[in-house]
Nanobody, 126 residues
Framework: VQLQASGGGLVQAGGSLRLSCVASGRTFSSYNMGWFRQNIGKEREFVATISWSGGGTNYADSVKGRFTISKDNAKSTVYLQMNSPKPEDTAVYYC????????????????????WGQGTQVTVSS
C-alpha cells in the first residue's frame, strides 16, 4: 500500500484544516487507518484511528472533540478534520494503514501499522 498525505499548512488557532491521505496498491477497505504526528526530537504519537468499515473510531484525549477521522472507501482516502486547532497541535502528520488483526483500540500503537505515508506539516499559529 502506498500512502500520500496532503492538506497541511499554516492555520490560525481556532480555525480549521482538513488533511487527506490517498491509498493505492491494495484493497483500501481491508485496512484500519490511522493518523499520527511527530515533532523534532519527540516520538511519533497517536492522533486517531478508524476501522476498515468506518464504523469505529478512536482518538487521543488531546484531540477528542476537536478532530474527526473519516474515510471514503470508494475514493481510497482517509481524512482528518482538524477544528479549533491549538499551537500544540503543530507537527508533521502521518497517515498509516494496518491490516485487520486486532481490536481497534490496539491501533493506537505504531507497531500495528505496516504502511506509512510521507507526512504533511501542520503549523498552528497563536
Amino acid at each position: 500500500v502506498q500512502l500520500q498525505a496532503s492538506g497541511g499548512g499554516l492555520v490560525q488557532a481556532g480555525g480549521s484544516l482538513r488533511l487527506s491521505c490517498v491509498a493505492s496498491g491494495r484493497t483500501f477497505s481491508s485496512y484500519n487507518m490511522g493518523w499520527f504526528r511527530q515533532n523534532i526530537g519527540k516520538e511519533r504519537e497517536f492522533v486517531a484511528t478508524i476501522s476498515w468499515s468506518g464504523g469505529g473510531t478512536n482518538y487521543a484525549d488531546s484531540v477528542k472533540g476537536r478532530f474527526t477521522i473519516s474515510k471514503d472507501n470508494a475514493k481510497s482516502t482517509v481524512y482528518l478534520q482538524m477544528n479549533s486547532p491549538k499551537p500544540e497541535d503543530t507537527a508533521v502528520y502521518y497517515c498509516a494503514a494496518g491490516p485487520i488483526r486486532s481490536i481497534l483500540s490496539n491501533y493506537r500503537r505504531r507497531e500495528m501499522y505496516d504502511y506509512w505515508g510521507q507526512g504533511t506539516q501542520v503549523t498552528v499559529s497563536s
